[in-house]
Each structure stands twice: as structure tokens, then as C-alpha cells.
């Protein structure tokens, strides 16, 4: 009886177990949620070299265009010295920011992250970013603030790319 019910609960606790998760390795995805973490790199390299034309990354907390975190302007800068666009979208209904100090920020902080060039070409994660131009898209917040919404990563259109 003892054993009987031994083998009864090992079959119900077994069958209760889940099985693992084999969707988050097998695809990257064509958004991503920016984390200021090594993972992040990991994962948008594998999103911008996967067959995706374009790929965006959203913030959980928006950030100041003065305050792009200093992992992602590493990406936006490999995408520069590549030979790639990078553009700003202003907030939606404005041509241009009511702030232009915001805009001429923002581009200082991306010449100030491509000091970093040497690490673009030892590094070959950022690689990824060599094919792609960056569109950095502002909104405002409920304070009336400029702050990024995303950034969107293209894939660059040139007469060698689309012969691929």
C-alpha cells in the first residue's frame, strides 16, 4: 500500500512539472526592452544579425535624449562609424523639439560615446549594428518633458544589400 501510494504521488508530482521553456533560445525577437546589462548586448546583436529588417528598443523607464545610457550609445555610435544614418524623429505633431538644446544635446552625447570607437572594431557584437541605420523617435511625457520613446534599428538600403 505504502508503495502504491509512493508511485502515485512521484506520477502526480511528475506530471504537475512544467516543461522548459525552449521558445526564449530559439528566435531572437524584433523588439527588445532596454536593460542597462551585458545580456541587452547579447541580445540585440543576435535581433540585428537575425533576418529582421528592423528591430526597436523600447525603454521601461523613458530617459532623457541627454541621458541615452551609455550601453546604447555605443550601439548608435557602431551604427555611425559604420557608415550608417543615425536621425532623430521629433515628438508626434512638432517639426521641430520646442527645445532645441535638446537635439543639440543629444548629438553631443553621441559624438561623446563614439570616443569608444576602438571598442567597435574589437568587439565583434557590435558588428551587428554595421548594416543598420538608428532612428531615435521622442515623445513628450506627462510633464511635457522630451524623452525617448525608442530606437529604431533599420536595416541599412544599399544597392549590395538588396541584391541579398
Known amino acids: ?3 502504491l501510494f509512493f508511485y502515485c504521488f512521484i506520477l502526480f508530482v511528475s506530471a504537475c512539472s512544467s516543461s ?3 521558445s526564449s ?3 531572437p525577437s524584433s523588439e527588445l526592452s532596454f536593460v542597462d546589462i551585458g545580456k541587452f548586448d547579447k541580445d540585440l546583436s ?3 544579425t537575425y533576418k529582421y529588417d528592423a528591430v526597436d528598443v523600447y525603454f521601461y523607464q523613458k530617459v532623457s ?3 541615452i545610457p551609455e550601453r546604447l550609445q555605443k550601439w548608435i555610435s557602431s551604427v555611425e562609424q559604420s557608415g550608417g544614418r543615425v536621425s532623430v524623429e521629433p515628438p508626434k505633431g512638432e517639426v521641430t523639439p520646442k527645445d532645441p538644446f535638446t ?4 548629438i553631443a552625447s553621441m559624438i561623446g560615446g563614439a570616443k569608444n570607437f576602438a571598442e567597435f572594431k574589437t568587439n565583434k557584437t557590435y558588428s551587428a549594428a554595421k548594416d543598420r541605420d538608428a532612428q531615435i523617435s ?3 511625457n506627462g510633464s511635457g518633458e522630451v524623452v525617448v520613446s525608442k530606437v529604431h534599428f533599420a536595416k541599412r538600403h544599399t544597392k549590395e544589400n538588396d541584391k541579398k
Open 46 to 48: 543576435a535581433s540585428l
Open 138 to 140: 521622442l515623445e513628450r
Open 1 to 3: 500500500m505504502t508503495r
Open 103 to 106: 537635439i543639440i544635446g543629444l
Open 25 to 27: 533560445s530559439s528566435q
Open 20 to 22: 522548459p521553456d525552449l
Open 65 to 67: 535624449p541627454n541621458q
